[in-house]
């Protein structure tokens, strides 16, 4: 009679040390934010209403200003300084062509990030920070995500990193995200970057062209939505 072996424990049984361990990490990286966010509220009010400080703050590193701008992209959006912002400064410091460029760059990064840190904070903690009424939009997400994350980012009508953290918490792939962000995010960086380079002359053809074109561009992102028939209600 063989022997009957004996029961093995489940390998996917819970580790309650390393349970406690990442759910420390999450708590510490929902301080920095907060803690990170009101330092900026307190001692840099200014960059949320005002692009021409940012540009200063970036020309003033000489050579190293894009790489400069591009890291504090990257990071800014996580401390609720508007995206748009960082963007209008690009233009107003480097110009319509290379702010662009480094605006596309630093953004990408910076939802790449963020897309990472709302996938292993997990969904139950995401939907935690950001409240129960992006639930609906969270399973949207899930069934339509490249859609979606594309109309997003032409029609940012949800905060920037507010996104890339719900997108996170979804079973989204990455690669789906990171292209839909990538096409979604060229319209509106370029012409937020050629309206912060035509606010050189804030009563310019230009500056009037760069405010229609963003009309424009926020206009057949709905055309497409309706067109497309992706649902955002609720």
């Known amino acids: 009679m063989a022997a009957v072996s004996p029961i093995q424990k489940s390998r996917r049984s819970p580790n309650p040390r390393r349970a406690a361990v990442l759910n420390f990490v999450k708590i510490a990286i929902i301080i920095f934010l907060v803690g990170g966010s009101i330092w900026l509220l307190l001692n840099h009010a200014e960059w949320f209403e005002n692009p021409a400080i940012v540009k200063s703050e970036v020309v003033q590193w000489g050579a190293w200003g894009p790489l400069v701008y591009m890291l504090l992209y990257a990071v800014g959006p ?60 969270m399973k949207r997400i899930a069934r339509n995500g490249f859609q979606i994350i594309l109309y997003l980012r032409i029609v940012p009508v949800i905060p920037y990193n507010a996104l890339n953290l719900l997108a996170g918490a979804t079973p989204i792939t990455f690669h789906d995200y990171f292209w839909a962000s990538m096409i979604g995010m060229i319209p509106g960086t370029i012409l937020f970057a050629f309206l912060g380079d035509a606010l050189w002359h804030p009563l310019s053809a230009r500056f009037f062209l760069a405010l229609a074109l963003i009309g424009v561009s926020l206009a057949c992102g709905e055309f497409w939505r309706r067109w497309s028939k992706v649902k955002l209600e609720g």
């Not at 690009?90 to 990472?116: E, M, Q």
């Open 78 to 137: 996580s401390f609720l300084v508007p995206g748009a912002v960082m963007t209008i400064a690009g233009g107003l410091a480097f110009g319509t062509a290379r702010g662009s460029v480094y605006s596309l760059i630093g953004a990408d990064v910076g939802a790449i990030v963020a897309f990472g840190a709302g996938r292993f904070l997990g969904r139950s903690f995401v939907e935690s920070i950001v409240g129960p009424r992006f639930e609906t939009m």
